[in-house]
């Protein structure tokens, strides 16, 4: 008798926590599905790619901020799909989960040597990315000039340049992509006027071979 009592309340326990963990998984079931709370940080990207009309997009490249953002829990992210790249960020909140997802898109849906894009961390940190479609383009710089106009004529000058040291490559099955980090040029002169960010494609000998620019 003591035996079968015994067994009847180790099988209720077990009942107990099976009916527990269930519900647990309903809960969170409705929760990401009602989007109430987004447990990881491709969740949060999926609001990115809803605003920005990239359609779904699969993980390139997770990277840290730069310690001087102060930007702690946060994940850069660079995702990407056949026609499109996606540089964001989302930051963990205990009451929501991963959100704050902001970013830029690139269209690579035509034609390219190199697609590139310009991306805001902050006002001070910035970064230029995309994809390169090139095989002969084995490095990458970026020329970053500001553009005047005086008495009818344009007047360009080159504000910075990067080295082709400062890329950072990423391969996603046949496709690579890339991520170079720039210096914002207003920091130090916030009367600058137009400026133009332009991705220098170069081939193994180091000379230009591609060019794509883009207003900054």
Known sequence: MK???????????KHKALRRTLICLAV???FSTLHLYTFTPMQGIRYIEAQRGTGRTRAVARMLPPEKLELWPTLFYLTANENAVLMSYVRFHPLMGWADSMGASLDCSKQAAVHAGLWWADSSVQYVFGRVDDPEIQALAVSVEEIRYRTGEEVREELLRTDTEDVHWYQKNEQRYFVIPVDNPRKTNENLEAIIYSVLGLNAKGQEIAVQSMEG
Do not use: A, I
């Open 3 to 13: 035996r079968t009592e015994q067994k009847n309340r180790v099988e209720t326990r």
């Open 28 to 30: 969170l079931t409705v």
